[in-house]
């Protein structure tokens, strides 16, 4: 007999469901939403605003607490566990690149990616290094010492790109990454995104209202009044 | 630490209007301290100076020795307690008027009896023991007073020459001025003395006997601590002061802890980040408490500072003041970590941020 192959999916969510109030009344923004992901594959997300992209993304990353199914991630279902392996769950599996990339504005590029390290434990000239050489790896060696302030916005995304990267995760989250950049920027961005998800063989979901993602993507799912269904609307871009 | 170090030193103008506070707060009560110490030192640096431990006065008169009045027959049974020292003491307060003309000083005039414990080898010493004159505290000679100036006792007749000058300190804000336990009397009481003084000063190592030696005497006994509060004016000084420090100390953990609170909410969405990157609430918490600890005693250390040089160079003038190196630590470290307990207020704040809020999503 071989070696026993793992096929536990890094991410799957089981009946998910998540309502949020409205009114007088609540509206459903995730309706028993099944969702698997696999090692290496980048699923794109598309939505309207408001239709729960982003809520789908922070029930996926543990962020947030689904009100009903379950998250499983690297294996583990989550739903009852605490706060405290929640968050040491998400520390190992989960990284997310955003839509503004979202650095702290007080660090440089390489500290970025250092914090990162420090949070899970990291110390020593390691992560330094680590973090030198992604930076390097997505062409941005030469700016590792800036403040995202003299960063451009494409600069800014690579740097968010190789933060989550530093997480050495299973799980890679993007939020919209290509939504702040101009159409050349954001097919840079797209295509750099997809490749470091494949290239580190991260289970990926994308949600987009930008068409630049959708073309990298192994699968395109749409999600609307609550419901996951496969394809993508048209989108400009 | 690692993003509130590199925080701290990147944005550190967004600390400068806190730590100014603090620093002022901290010169403040740094300068208060050192006013409180020269009020101390004035009111009864020369009862703390007395080689006694308690004084046994007349019951009811609180400490103070303008209401106390003992005879004699009060110190016998004092003197028979084994290991105990016991010394008759007068204590008033005269203005001497100069016979050469210049300025009359107010006094505390302390009599003491030749073979009393509290009258030191010295100037004290020889002058109770010797013709009648006063030994004065040594801040009057810096004032012009000579030996040999002659100073008449006011309402009471009694001419005598400064004799020297000791380390006497004060008592209830006046110089003091020892004599010998006669004249005092003379000075207090002319001719019909019937051997009265003020207190009964009381060296022992067994002050668990002085209870039995308070009923046989007909006394009240205080330790010596106590007695300060029978200065004139140093309890309301020192309950002032205590109250001011007070009010400082809260008000530099409010406007930390409101500090805090308005940082916190303008970092809500950094926080919550943190807390997507998988940062623990504590971890969060020790970074910014770490961040505003820095800027707390960076700032209380300098306005101590500070504070310390405004004390050092009013020393000497007409303000009362006094440096003292265990109080400007003492009150430094309370308020360094009054305004860090201060900031407490926070944490609940920090720790109900959600990580979702990284994402624009509200839980």
Known sequence: MGDAVDHTPPLRLEGVSISVPDGDGRRVLLDAVDLQVETGEVVAITGASGSGKS?????????????????????????????????????????????????????????????????????????RREAERLLAELDMGHRRDALPAHLSGGERQRVGIARALMARPSVLLADEPTASLDPEMAAQVAAL???????????????????APLGHADRRLHLRAGELRAGAVELAG | MFFA??????????????????????????????????????????????????????????????????????????????????????????NAKSEQGGPSIDLALFGVPDDSFLAEPGEVRRVVGGEPGLVL?????????????????????????????????????????????????????????????????????????????????????????????GSPGYSAEMATMTLIRGFLLAISALIVGAFFTVLTVQRTRQIGLLKAMGASTGYVLRDGLGQLAIVVVVATVT?????????????????????????????????????????????????????????????
């Open chain 2, 5 to 94: 170090l590199r925080d701290l030193r990147r944005a550190w103008r967004r600390f400068v209007l806190v730590g100014l506070v603090v620093a002022l707060v901290s010169v403040l009560s740094t300068v208060l301290g050192g006013l409180a110490n020269g009020l101390v030192d004035d009111g009864i640096s020369g009862l703390r100076a007395l080689p006694l431990t308690h004084l046994a006065f007349e019951p009811g008169s609180q400490a103070v020795f303008s209401r106390s009045t003992l005879t004699e027959e009060q110190l016998r049974p004092w003197r028979e307690v084994p290991g105990t020292e016991a010394s008759p003491l007068g204590v008033t307060f005269v």
């Open chain 2, 137 to 229: 505290a040594a801040e009057l000679e810096a004032e012009g007073v000579e030996v040999g100036d002659r100073y008449e006792l006011s309402g009471s007749g009694v001419t005598l020459p400064v004799a020297g000058f000791t380390d006497a300190g004060s008592y209830g804000h006046v110089p003091i001025a020892f004599t010998s336990l006669d004249t005092w009397r003379a000075t207090m009481y002319g001719e019909d003395h019937r051997g009265r003084f003020s207190a009964i000063a009381v060296r022992t190592d067994d002050p668990g006997a002085l209870a039995a030696v308070d009923r046989a005497a007909g006394t009240e006994t205080t330790t010596k601590v106590e007695a300060y509060d």
């Open chain 2, 303 to 363: 306005g101590a500072l500070l504070g310390t040089a405004i004390v050092a160079a009013l020393q000497g003038g007409e303000v009362p003041v006094a440096l003292s190196l265990g109080s400007v630590v003492t009150s430094a470290v309370v308020l360094a970590v009054t305004g860090v307990a201060g900031s407490l207020v926070a944490f609940r704040r920090i720790a109900r941020i959600e990580p979702a809020v990284a994402l624009g999503v509200e839980s």
């Open chain 1, 193 to 211: 995104l997809a490749a470091e998800a494949r290239r580190h063989e991260l289970a990926t979901i994308i949600v987009t209202h930008d068409a």
């Open chain 1, 55 to 127: 809520t789908l993304l922070a029930v996926a990353g543990l962020l947030r607490r689904a009100d009903a199914g379950e998250v499983h991630l690297a294996g583990t279902p989550t739903a009852t566990l605490d706060e405290r392996r929640r968050t040491r769950l998400r520390r190992r599996h989960v990284a997310i690149v955003y839509q503004s990339a979202n650095l702290l504005p007080t660090l440089t590029a390489v500290e970025q990616l250092q914090l990162v390290a420090h949070i899970g434990g990291r110390r020593g000239p390691g992560p």
